[in-house]
Nanobody, 121 residues
Framework: QVQLVESGGGLVQAGGSLRLSCAASGSIFSINAMRWYRQAPGNQRELVAGITSGGSTNYADSVKGRFTISRDNAKNTGYLQMNSLKPEDTAVYYC???????????????WGQGTQVTISS
C-alpha cells in the first residue's frame, strides 16, 4: 500500500508563511505528478498547485506569486511553501499523487488525510 502524510499546517497571522510537506511511503517505484488541493468549509475542493516528475509546475491564479510547490524525488516528498498568506487561504490542504508501485504497474492516484491551515486577520 501507499500512504501520503501531510504535515506543517497550523495557525498563522495574515502575511505569514507556512511550509507544508507530503511524505509518501509504502511500496513505491516512482511518483509521477504531485499536487496540493484545498477545501474550505462550504466550498468544493480546488487544485492549488501541481508538479510533474520533471519539475514542471502549475498554480491556481489565486496563489501565483505567493505559493511555491517543489519535491524531493529521493525522499518521495513534496512541499508547498506558502508566503504572504491571506485569511482566504484558510482551508484543509490535501496532498495528491500519482504513484507507480512497480515498473510494470500503471499510476494509481492517492490522497493524504489533509492538514488544517488557518490564517487569522
Amino acid at each position: 500500500q501507499v500512504q501520503l502524510v501531510e504535515s506543517g499546517g497550523g495557525l498563522v497571522q495574515a502575511g505569514g508563511s507556512l511550509r507544508l510537506s507530503c511524505a509518501a511511503s509504502g511500496s513505491i517505484f516512482s511518483i509521477n505528478a504531485m499536487r496540493w488541493y484545498r477545501q474550505a468549509p462550504g466550498n468544493q475542493r480546488e487544485l492549488v498547485a501541481g508538479i510533474t516528475s520533471g519539475g514542471s509546475t502549475n498554480y491556481a491564479d489565486s496563489v501565483k506569486g505567493r505559493f511555491t510547490i517543489s519535491r524531493d524525488n529521493a525522499k518521495n516528498t513534496g512541499y508547498l511553501q506558502m508566503n504572504s498568506l491571506k485569511p482566504e487561504d484558510t482551508a484543509v490542504y490535501y496532498c495528491n499523487a500519482d504513484v507507480r508501485r512497480s515498473i510494470i504497474a500503471g499510476s494509481v492516484n492517492y490522497w493524504g488525510q489533509g492538514t488544517q491551515v488557518t490564517i487569522s486577520s
